[in-house]
């Protein structure tokens, strides 16, 4: 971080102009510590904003982009009003909305020049003094913050202290505590995960499986993490198969292997003395979370208590047909490479047996097995999965169960207040049934 205080001499509390800049190019955004990096923004603006630990409110604040797709490129100034009246999860999702890791260069010359516009507008600039304590991923990205901030004299009464106050960090960092480990998979494969506790003792956990070419800290696991740990609720996020920092190859995936990973997630919390589990899956997780939830019988004291499904898969080989196309199925049972469906340049290897055990995993019978209250969210128009697959999985269920359509989503619920829905009901379903007191 970047901090640059402006001194002068008023009579009155101080007045502070914040600004906080974001250098979200592309390679932060694929060093792994883009989501932690927004949501620590997220906490440091909320805790401004409520004046948590010693933080102060500001009068004014404004968050940018530094950089874009070309030099000299300016960025919208995001002003305060529009992280008022909102938690953290809310101001978390705009970031994302307004913020994507999507440029291509690092540029702080237009950023700085509209912060010197800004300053001098609002007469913060007269005198200044100047440190610097810079704090980034060491990845390519960094968060920038620069408060100009207005004095009392030195005879004026003392502004009122934050003794006593829990600090921010306190506040964030304490709800919940998170190990990194491995376990194996039943081809003896390391897999990468995450265990997030909360701060007192709990027997109830939430294991979390991401999406296709996605990893274990995406944006829906670590926010679903954060809402539940406030809760009282644990989380185990884990890698598929080349995917994140779990071991074999990319291409290697099958759904039966991705299912035997769930299945050891699942049995490594149990033998943790995790009683009741919930089980949550994004697209591709969603997948494989119905397989899993279909076979898993639970352990001596513990059971699956509740699976909840992000616009899920069901038949992952009709959703390939539809997004490729017959030319691009052709080239790909040649190559055994797709085309890059997160939008880079060249074809990711892939090969072609995938889509073959596609078609011996489509779940809408296994789903009428499944014993656990179940929860499905999709937005209508989601670009990737068609949403008659989340009705016809509806259907098949056979227990307490859960549609919610949201209007106007796409896949990734990119719009913040559709994220901010997506989360809720998710969070809000799997509180409910890990909540239940045992008869």
């Given amino acids: 971080m970047f901090g640059c205080a402006a001194q002068f001499d008023k009579p009155r509390k101080p007045k502070s102009t914040l600004f906080i800049g ?31 630990g010693e933080l102060d409110r500001p009068q004014a604040l404004f968050v940018a982009g530094v950089g874009g797709k070309n030099l000299n490129e300016p960025k919208a100034f995001h002003p305060i009003h529009d992280f008022e009246g909102k938690d953290v999860t809310g101001i978390e999702a705009d970031l994302r909305t307004w913020l994507p890791p999507t440029d291509t260069v690092t540029d702080f010359k237009p950023f700085f020049r509209e912060v010197a516009r800004i300053t001098k507008a609002r007469k913060n600039c007269s005198q200044a003094r100047t440190c610097m304590n810079r704090s980034s991923s060491g990845s390519g990205g960094a968060i920038l913050s620069i408060s100009a901030s207005t004095p009392e004299r030195s005879n004026s009464r003392a502004v009122p202290s934050h003794a006593g106050r829990t600090s921010l960090f306190q506040v964030w960092y304490n709800t919940f505590v998170e190990q990194a480990l491995f376990f194996s998979d039943p081809y003896r494969r390391k897999v990468a995960a995450i265990l997030a506790i909360p701060e ?62 769930a299945l050891a997630a699942l049995e490594c919390v149990a033998n943790r003395g995790f ?76 090969r072609y047996a995938f889509y073959e055990d596609c078609l011996r995993h489509i779940v809408y019978d296994p789903a009428a097995s499944i014993t656990a209250p179940t929860l499905i969210v999709q937005g209508d128009q989601d670009e990737h999965v068609p949403p008659h697959q989340s009705r ?38 799997l509180i409910r049934y890990l909540s239940r007191v045992e008869e």
């Avoid at 098949?396 to 919610?404: H, M, P, S, T, V």
């Fill in 22 to 52: 974001v250098d979200a190019n592309g390679s932060f955004g694929q060093s792994g510590h883009y989501d932690s990096a927004l949501l620590f923004l997220a906490h440091y603006i909320y805790g401004h904003l409520n004046e948590l």
């Fill in 200 to 261: 007192q003792p709990t027997d109830r956990i939430v294991v979390l499986c991401h999406g296709f070419l996605s990893h274990k800290n995406s944006t829906t696991n670590t926010t679903l993490t954060r809402l539940l740990t406030d809760k009282g609720i644990a989380t185990f996020r884990f890698d598929f198969c080349g995917m994140g920092e779990s071991a074999g190859p990319f291409e290697d995936i099958t759904v039966a292997a991705a299912v035997g990973q």
């Fill in 275 to 350: 009683r009741r589990i919930g089980l949550v899956g994004s697209s591709f997780g969603g997948l494989v979370s119905i397989l899993a939830a279909s076979r898993w019988p639970g352990t001596a004291g513990s059971r699956l208590a509740c699976l909840a499904l992000k616009c899920p898969v069901v038949d992952f080989a009709e959703e390939l047909r539809l997004e490729f196309g017959d030319d691009e199925m052709a080239k790909w049972k040649t190559t055994d490479t797709i085309p890059n469906i997160l939008g880079g340049s060249g074809r990711i290897p892939l």
């Fill in 392 to 429: 016809r999985l509806y259907a098949a269920l056979r227990i307490e169960k859960c549609l919610e359509i949201v209007p106007g989503a796409d896949h990734q619920f990119t719009k913040a207040e559709d994220f901010r829905t997506m989360t809720q009901l998710i969070s809000e379903w």
